[in-house]
């Protein structure tokens, strides 16, 4: 999988664990909390694998992807 593919299903599954949560379900849960932070961690090592070309040339803006 690329990893704006990682990254975009991270995203994914972070938004299905926390859509249906209130801010104060979501402190409450430990199981949720820590599998967000593992996904943020995920794109992290995602984003540093992008190619330095790709991204002088990609902007990423409002979700979409735009050459710049």
């Known amino acids: 999988m690329s990893t704006c593919g990682i990254s975009r299903e991270c995203i994914q599954k972070t938004f299905e664990c926390t859509n249906a949560l209130s801010e104060d379900q979501f402190l409450k849960s430990r199981m949720v909390s820590d599998a967000v932070i593992r996904n943020f961690e995920i794109i992290g090592e ?3 694998k992008i190619s330095p070309d790709f991204k ?3 902007r990423i803006s409002n979700g979409r992807k735009s050459r710049v």
Do not use: E, L, P
């Open 46 to 48: 995602a984003s540093r």
């Open 56 to 58: 002088s040339v990609t």
